[in-house]
Structures are given as structure tokens and as C-alpha cells.
């Protein structure tokens, strides 16, 4: 079993998720997130304060951070760990989740890089590339294990967590374009997609999410943006993350959910 694991904001130091001799997870602030300006509450049952906060409050929070179902068991046996030690789950895979934060180390920005999958697969053809993407996530949900990659989302589905590069080989914060790369996050690097492929068991899958969030739009909900993707065979749905934002020098950031 994982002891302690910090939490990180960019290379602020939040926090640290600890386990007791009896298994019983805590959550403690650190004092120099306490007295930094700005600083924000993890969530609204974690408000900022000096307390140790029990494990029945921060286990569901952390349990939400995760995969589930098939996909958390195929990605526990993948990393050979328990799929109950959400803790060591999350120090392993915690690096880019939903939201802003990084688990077990700090997401330093001279250290991302981005790796395109015609790269990474050696396939010429990026929408070969891209089915080839979605048969690996059967094996490995997210790439766990690959060297620098440490991506997790939440629910049961098959889904990736990928950048669109422009033509300089930067990360951009848009749908993909013609032109654009997409590419695997490494070392922290944030995602701006998420991709879901389609699904034998639930048929137009793609198509359907993207329909009702094309008319939840046009009748004034505020909705992601997200289209349909082509990949060799395949399709899915790519959605832009909304959890991401650029600065004014147009550097890409995490923004805190």
C-alpha cells in the first residue's frame, strides 16, 4: 500500500493524501497552500482549513478521478495493483486527470512533451494511426505503463486523453484542424481532447453524444464543443476539454474543477 501522496497545483504543493496503519485514508493542506493568495478548496466538501479531513470524505472524491469498471480492472492488472488502493492507482496514472491537479509529482512545464501517434504507432496515416490507438486502449486503458504517461479519466467507457499540435508541433486548444497532429501527453504535459470511440455494444454512439450536444447548444445550454472524428474504420467522438484554458502568451494551462 502507497503511505502518502502529494497533490499538485502546476509545482504548488497542496497537499498530501495519507493512509493510516488501518487503511483509512486522510487529506491535509499544506500551511504554504493555506497562506498562498488565490489559493482554492479541492472541492466543496474539502474546504480550505488546517484539519485532517476522513477517509469518507475524500475517498468518493478520489474514487471520481478514476476509470471504472472493465476499464480500471484491465488497467489495475496492467500496473499490478490492487484496483481497491485507489491511492497507488492515482500515483500512477494521476499526472493529467479532469481538472487541474497532478498526483505524486509536480507537472513541470520544461518537462512536457507530446508524442504524435503516427509517431508513436510508426504509421504514416493519422487516421490509421488513431484506430490503432483505440484497439491499444483495450489492452492498456490510457497507455498505462508507457514511459510518461500518466493520464486518467472518469467512467466506464473506452477514452483518450490526446493534444492536437498545429502545424509548429505546439498544443493547441481547439478541435482538431486540417493540418493539426494529434499527439500522446507525456511528463505531465496537459491533454486538450477526449476522444470516445464507437462502441459494437451501443451503436451510433458518436454520432448520438454529438447530436444532443449540437442541440443542447443551439437551444442556449452552455455545452463543450465536440465532433465526430474519422479513424480508419472507426469513429469517435472528440470533445474539446473545457477544463483547459490559454494565458495571454497563449500557453496552455489546467484550470481547477
Not at 242 to 255: C, E, M, P, S
Request: proline share 7%; with cysteine.
Amino acid at each position: 500500500m502507497t503511505n502518502s501522496v502529494p497533490v499538485w497545483f502546476d509545482a504548488l504543493h497542496i497537499g498530501d493524501i495519507t493512509v493510516g496503519d488501518d487503511g483509512a485514508l486522510g487529506f491535509a493542506y499544506t500551511k504554504n497552500w493555506l497562506d498562498t493568495r488565490g489559493a482554492f478548496p479541492l472541492s466543496l466538501t474539502l474546504p480550505l482549513s488546517d484539519t485532517v479531513f476522513p477517509s469518507e470524505t475524500i475517498s468518493p472524491w478520489l474514487a471520481n478521478l478514476l476509470p471504472e469498471e472493465e476499464q480500471l480492472t484491465i488497467l489495475t492488472r496492467t500496473l499490478g495493483l490492487d484496483r481497491a488502493d485507489t491511492l497507488a492507482i492515482l500515483g500512477e496514472i494521476g499526472g493529467d486527470t479532469a481538472g487541474a491537479l497532478s498526483f505524486s509529482v509536480p507537472s513541470e512545464r520544461a518537462a512536457w512533451t507530446y508524442t504524435p501517434l503516427t509517431e508513436f504507432y510508426k504509421i504514416k496515416d493519422p487516421e490509421a494511426a488513431l484506430e490503432r490507438h483505440f484497439e491499444d486502449l483495450g489492452e492498456r486503458p490510457f497507455l498505462a505503463g508507457e514511459e510518461g504517461v500518466r493520464l486518467s479519466l472518469a467512467g466506464g467507457q473506452k477514452k483518450s486523453a490526446l493534444a492536437v499540435l498545429d502545424r509548429t508541433g505546439a498544443p493547441v486548444l481547439r478541435l482538431p484542424a486540417e493540418g493539426d497532429v494529434l499527439a500522446i501527453p507525456r511528463n505531465g504535459a496537459p491533454s486538450t481532447i477526449i476522444l470516445k470511440p464507437d462502441n459494437p455494444v451501443l451503436p451510433g454512439i458518436a454520432e448520438n453524444e454529438t447530436y444532443c450536444l449540437t442541440l443542447a447548444g443551439a437551444i442556449g445550454i452552455t455545452v463543450a464543443e465536440a465532433t465526430v472524428l474519422p479513424a480508419g474504420t472507426r469513429k469517435a467522438i472528440c470533445v474539446l476539454r473545457y477544463d483547459r484554458r490559454t494565458n495571454r502568451r497563449g500557453a496552455l494551462q489546467r484550470v481547477h474543477q
